[in-house]
């Protein structure tokens, strides 16, 4: 029981380069989201999926897009990648919108 | 005025002290509370999860809720180094609602 990975770990690209991270889970929950972290601004969630087939923003869906592929899986695409998306991405899941959210590793994503 | 506050520290406390960890909060809807610890370079994970105001305590951890004045602590009796963490306050406003939002992190060290 894995819980919730995330690849790649680390990641660097170029302004305008596009990538998508890679989210999986392995307890059956509904919901999955998508937050990054940044020094002096917390956790922010970027977007989220209710349950499988429904996605929705959260605070700063700016410059994303995601695709919930099925139950277990959720990804997150930067089309064209900048420089102010220089962070560390969290992937997460829950049973439902009160329950808890368990976290994956991260993502270190650095953007030149 | 930010949703979440929290003292971003950091703070330093000798071991077997006890830690006391704030965040206030602006949004009377909240109605879940939960605190967060996450170690250096990992994921956030889920330490206490408290529904409305009142007391829970999980071993050396206690949370306090008091929504009377928007306010919530974790304390930590008899610190451990291993405690040493960034420590995350997170609310919701329940059912229907999939975003957490977060406070920016209390990182403690607890010297031995």
Known sequence: NAGVTQTPKFQVLKTGQSMTLQCAQDMNHNSMYWYRQDPGMGLRLIYYSASEGTTDKGEVPNGYNVSRLNKREFSLRLESAAPSQTSVYFCASSEGSVSTQYFGPGTRLTVL | ?112
Request: glycine residues 8%.
């Open chain 2, 1 to 112: 005025q930010k949703e979440v506050e929290q003292d971003p520290g950091p703070l330093s406390v000798p071991e077997g002290a006890i830690v006391s960890l704030n965040c206030t909060y602006s949004n009377s809807a909240f109605q879940y509370f939960m605190w967060y610890r996450q170690y250096s370079r990992k994921g956030p994970e889920l330490l206490m999860y408290t529904y409305s105001s009142g007391n829970k305590e999980d071993g050396r951890f206690t949370a306090q809720v008091d929504k009377s004045s928007k306010y919530i602590s974790l304390f930590i009796r008899d610190s451990q180094p291993s405690d040493s963490a960034t420590y995350l306050c997170a609310m919701s406003q329940g059912a229907g609602s999939y975003q957490l939002t977060f406070g920016k992190g209390t990182k403690l060290s607890v010297i031995p």
